[in-house]
């Protein structure tokens, strides 16, 4: 069974994420999302995410495909989380390209190109114009 790994923060969901899902899927049998936790994600960002990390968990785990989902603590754990998980292959869209390839000696490293057009940030600005 080809494990695929992921990671993401997928707060106020949008078709890239969804697309990027199914992508990183279909490269294997078996598909384990990392979830940033709110702290991560305001490290990472800046800001707050909209929607709670449990909620995040619980979306994601609901989506199709998706087949374990665990809470991200640190970027600097991804090698640990490819181990624990035993995953064969990571997936990141390629915004991140380059960012991981020394895990390469753990699994092999997939960047694949980003939804063009769609974000969160973008979704929410959208979303206060029309509110
Ligand atoms: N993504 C995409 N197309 C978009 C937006 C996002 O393919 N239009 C991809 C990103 O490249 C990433 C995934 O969707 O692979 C999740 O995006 P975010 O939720 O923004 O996650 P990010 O902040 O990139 O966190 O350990 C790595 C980080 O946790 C990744």
Redesign the pocket.
Known sequence: MRKVI??????VL????I??LQRAKALGDHLTV?I?TDA??YA??QKDAVYSETDRMEIVRSIVGVDDVFL?HS?EL?GHYIQQYGADIL??????AGRFDHFKSLCQVVY?????????TSTLENIRLRA
């Open positions: 992921t990671f993401g923060t997928f707060d949008h078709i890239g994420h697309r990027i990392g940033s991560l994600n990472k960002k991200e970027l991804k997936v990141m869209g390629d915004d991140w694949l190109p980003r939804t063009d057009g769609i974000s969160t």
